[in-house]
């Protein structure tokens, strides 16, 4: 289990992260011979969810159909929530304002599923700090950016996913600067999702970047890419799975 201590042990700098990135990244482009590679996860990695989250809760509430349950004090209570305050599960979060009642945090969870990958609400995520210039500086010095986005259903949002890195100029998902890599299997989790893509991943080029919020998939890929600069992000994450050696912890991507 990831402890505190454990990472501040394993703390890096953004600022010092990049330099070498970038120097890596630009050797190997010089060279002609393979590209560099950098995957990055969008959920909770590149992009912050907690704004889709809250508009989707704020739909919810405000929807005066009378076939809705939910009491006024439920509404209430959900209307407390703030972004600071989530956790990476929804139930946990709706216990901590004191929605409490099953059958109605059933239906808030029900609900939410619904929403959550749909494209009209994807939109609302907004970029962790850093997270764009980041990228962009290491796209510019020859890397091609791997997207991937396990959380996310193909179906329902890939115009929405494609939206949101095209409004923050990030490099196109699509083409030689970019690669965007959507789950389009309901029963395929994030990490399964990730452990698929090891092989055509590996085919493709020289992996020197990666960066998850999740310890399991930054496990993953350590083992897949041993000579990768791996990087968990610690926003927010589903498990405390204990990280294996080599893999550095940063805040967010401010430099």
């Known amino acids: ?55 989707i809760l704020a739909d919810l509430i405000m929807d005066q159909d009378p076939e809705i349950p939910l009491t006024d004090d439920v509404r209430t209570c959900v209307a407390k929530i703030k972004p600071r305050a989530m956790k990476p599960d929804l139930r946990e979060t709706l216990k901590d304002v004191g929605v409490e009642d ?18 009209q609400y994807i939109m609302f995520d907004l970029p962790n ?31 929405g996913t494609e939206r949101s890195l095209s409004m923050y100029e990030l490099p196109a998902p699509r083409g030689e600067v970019g690669a965007l890599f ?38 993953l890929f350590k083992r897949a890419f041993p000579d990768a600069s791996v990087t968990m992000i610690d926003s927010s994450r589903t498990s405390d799975d204990e990280l294996v050696d080599g893999i550095s912890v940063m805040k967010n991507f401010m430099r």
């Open 1 to 55: 289990m990831i402890d505190a201590q454990e990472l501040q042990n394993r703390s890096i700098e953004a600022g010092e992260l990049y330099e070498v990135l970038v120097d890596r990244a630009r050797d190997i482009f010089s060279r002609g011979k393979t590209l560099p590679l950098v995957i990055i996860d969008l959920d909770e990695t590149l992009l912050d969810k907690r704004p889709r989250v809250m508009k």
């Open 182 to 219: 959507m789950n389009d299997k309901d029963e395929l989790n994030d990490l399964r999702f990730k452990q698929g893509l090891l092989k055509p991943i590996s085919e493709a080029g020289e992996v020197i970047a990666v960066f998850d919020n999740e310890p399991a998939a930054c496990n």
């Open 102 to 119: 099953e059958g109605m945090v059933q239906w808030l969870l029900t609900e939410y599923e619904k929403k959550a990958a749909l494209d």
């Open 129 to 159: 700090p850093g997270s764009v210039d980041f990228i962009k500086g290491l796209s510019t010095a020859g890397a091609m950016i791997l997207y991937l986005a396990g959380e996310r259903n193909k179906n329902k949002s890939q115009f």
